[in-house]
């Protein structure tokens, strides 16, 4: 039984920081990609940023403030947010691509963790 396990949400002032983590646990064979979405109420969620093999990808919005980095000997993803805003109040959730045997992957989603940004 594969579970994504999140940390570090919290409730900060504009212009603060928060690092959010996010440990693989279980039994697997590979993980191809760990990322984070958001979701703020009344919106879809959306992509804020994805690592695979190699390459980054982030939202145009958290670009350049938003930091995401694997320790992959532990299985874990970390989202560092820099000079938050309002607007990035949102539940993060954390994503992973994992192959739980060689030849299929799957998707797999934390639980959720509240961010909140005041002005």
């Known amino acids: 039984q594969v579970q994504l396990v999140e940390s570090g949400g919290g409730l900060v002032q504009a212009g603060g920081s928060l690092r959010l983590s996010c440990a693989a646990s279980?039994?697997?064979?590979?993980?191809?990609?760990m990322g984070w979405y958001r979701q703020a109420p009344g919106k879809q969620r959306e992509l804020v940023a994805i690592?695979?093999?190699?390459?980054?990808t982030y939202a145009g919005s958290v670009k350049g403030r938003f930091t995401i980095s694997r320790d992959n000997a532990k299985n874990t993803v970390y989202l560092q947010m820099n000079s938050l805003k309002p607007e990035d109040t949102a539940v993060y959730y954390c994503?992973?691509?994992?192959?739980?045997?060689?030849?299929?992957?799957?998707?797999?989603w934390g639980q959720g963790t509240q961010v909140t940004v005041t002005s």
């Open positions: 994503n992973a691509v994992i192959r739980v045997f060689s030849t299929t992957s799957q998707n797999y």
């Open positions: 279980g039994s697997f064979f590979s993980i191809d990609a």
């Open positions: 690592s695979t093999t190699g390459s980054t």
